[in-house]
T-cell receptor
Framework: AQSVTQLDSHVSVSEGTPVLLRCNYS??????LFWYVQHPNKGLQLLLK??????LVKGINGFEAEFKKSETSFHLTKPSAHMSDAAEYFC????????FGAGTRLTVKP | ETGVTQSPTHLIKTRGQQVTLRCSSQ?????VSWYQQALGQGPQFIFQ???????GRGNFPPRFSGLQFPNYSSELNVNALELDDSALYLC???????????????FGPGTRLTVL
C-alpha cells in the first residue's frame, strides 16, 4: 500500500525567506504525487503534480517540488514566502485512491 | 463555469441519527469522490462514484453509503452516527474514472458535521 509522511506538522518562516515543506512517500511502483493547499474555509487547491514526466515540477504561485526516487521524497519549495502563503499544505500519493499526508501548517511572519 | 458546491455548510446531529450530505460537481465532470477530514488530519478517502456506480472505496464501514445521480451530483449518507464521525466532509469532482490517467480533482469547501 502507498503512504505519505509529512515530516513537519508546523513550519514558520518570515516573509521573503525560502519555504521548504518536506514529504516522503512509500510506493511499490512509480507513484503519482501531488501537493494541495487548504486555506481556511476554502476547498483544497492543487498546487502541482508529478506524473512521471520531469522530476522538477513547477506549480502555481511560485511553488515547485522535486521528485527524488532514491530518497523517496517530494519536497515542496518556494524561494520567497508571501503572507498569503499561510495555509495548510498536503502531500498526496495516488494509488487507486488519493492518500493524503497529515498536513503541514505554514505560518508566515511579517 | 460553476465550481463544486456542497450543502449544508454546517450540521449538528446527535449519536445514532442519520445524515445526508450533498455535492454538486463541476460542469462536465462525471466522477465524484468523498473524503473525511478529522480535525488536525489530512483527508481520508471514503469512496468514489463514476457514472452513477461506486468505483473505489476506502476503509470505511458500510454505514457510509452514497449515491450519484444522472446529472452527476452526489450524496453521502451516514447512518447510526458516532461521535468520531465529527469531521469536515469534502467532495471532489473530476473527469474520468479511477482507471483513467489522472485528471485533477476539484474540491468543494466541505460540510462540517458535528455529532453530539
Amino acid at each position: 500500500a502507498q503512504s505519505v509522511t509529512q515530516l513537519d506538522s508546523h513550519v514558520s518562516v518570515s516573509e521573503g525567506t525560502p519555504v521548504l515543506l518536506r514529504c516522503n512517500y512509500s510506493s511499490s511502483y512509480s507513484p503519482s504525487l501531488f501537493w494541495y493547499v487548504q486555506h481556511p474555509n476554502k476547498g483544497l487547491q492543487l498546487l502541482l503534480k508529478y506524473t512521471s514526466a520531469a522530476t522538477l515540477v513547477k506549480g502555481i504561485n511560485g511553488f515547485e517540488a522535486e521528485f527524488k526516487k532514491s530518497e523517496t521524497s517530494f519536497h515542496l519549495t518556494k524561494p520567497s514566502a508571501h503572507m498569503s502563503d499561510a495555509a495548510e499544505y498536503f502531500c498526496v500519493v495516488r494509488d487507486n485512491d488519493m492518500r493524503f499526508g497529515a498536513g503541514t501548517r505554514l505560518t508566515v511572519k511579517p | 463555469e460553476t465550481g463544486v458546491t456542497q450543502s449544508p455548510t454546517h450540521l449538528i446531529k446527535t449519536r445514532g441519527q442519520q445524515v445526508t450530505l450533498r455535492c454538486s460537481s463541476q460542469s462536465g465532470h462525471n466522477t465524484v469522490s468523498w473524503y473525511q477530514q478529522a480535525l488536525g488530519q489530512g483527508p481520508q478517502f471514503i469512496f468514489q462514484y463514476y457514472r452513477e456506480e461506486e468505483n473505489g472505496r476506502g476503509n470505511f464501514p458500510p454505514r457510509f453509503s452514497g449515491l450519484q445521480f444522472p446529472n452527476y451530483s452526489s450524496e453521502l449518507n451516514v447512518n447510526a452516527l458516532e461521535l468520531d464521525d465529527s469531521a469536515l466532509y469534502l467532495c471532489a469532482s473530476s473527469l474520468g474514472g479511477v482507471s483513467s490517467s489522472y485528471n485533477e480533482q476539484f474540491f468543494g469547501p466541505g460540510t462540517r458535521l458535528t455529532v453530539l
